[in-house]
């Protein structure tokens, strides 16, 4: 089964504006990873975030981590057409034996 | 290689025949994960490699599905029977080791069973 659920399924906006994703997940975690998917390529890693940080930004990204809601969110600022794809967070705990767990994806359209 | 190879990139096959698909990771990287994403989905985690330590094969859907790894290197995913609903890309992934990090995955087998 998932471990990690992400909302909102779909996600459309204008250029310019700020897009948020979340995650929720189930049990305890190691660390949760945001991932991106153009459509037909393979998954590219964004951000890593340990089960003990809160934040962390890279780029136009930020991840929050809240461990006692088992949540997770990706904020996109200032999007743009080339940010259009699927977004997925994934889990690595130890009950799901250190494999990373994806949840179903968040799809992002980001309209010029 | 610089990034990890799947290969075919798409495979059309007739129900009941048997498939190979191949992922070559990147060298050096200790683990290496197969998924199954169906057309619009999430990812299906199917089977881990870590190392020289057995495979967890737990996500495996049914026995008409196995992988190895050879040398600790390139994997082979077998299909055999294939059935319809086997239809999926089948995206490979590897990691340097430990216990964390992040994935790198290759472009992914499209596969169509018809």
């Known amino acids: 089964s998932q471990q990690g659920e992400e909302d909102p399924q779909a996600l459309s906006i204008q250029e310019g504006e700020n897009a948020t994703m979340n995650c929720s997940y189930k049990?305890?975690?190691?660390?949760l990873q945001w991932y991106r998917q153009n459509s037909g390529r393979g998954l590219v890693h964004l951000i890593l975030i340990r089960s003990n940080e809160r934040e962390k930004h890279s780029g136009r990204l930020r991840v929050t981590l809240d461990t006692s809601k088992k949540s997770s969110s990706l904020l996109i600022t200032a999007s743009r057409a080339a940010d259009t794809a699927s977004y997925f967070c994934a889990t690595d705990g130890r009950e799901y034996g250190n494999k990373l767990v994806f949840g179903a994806g968040t799809i992002l359209r980001v309209k010029s | 290689g610089a990034g990890v190879s799947q290969s075919p990139s798409n495979k059309v096959t007739e129900k009941g025949k048997d498939v190979e698909l191949r992922c070559d990771p990147i060298s050096g990287h200790t683990a290496l994960y197969w998924y199954r994403q169906s057309l619009g989905q999430g990812l299906e985690f199917l089977i881990y490699f870590q190392g020289n330590s057995a495979p967890d094969k737990s996500g495996l859907p049914s026995d008409r599905f196995s992988a190895e790894r050879t040398g600790g290197s390139v994997s082979t995913l077998t299909i055999q029977r294939t059935q319809q609903e086997d239809s999926a890309v089948y995206l490979c992934?590897?990691?340097?080791?430990?216990?964390?990090?992040?994935?790198?995955f290759g472009e992914g087998s499209r596969l169509t069973v018809l």
């Open positions: 992934a590897s990691r340097r080791g430990g216990l964390d990090g992040e994935l790198f």
């Open positions: 049990t305890s975690i190691n660390n």
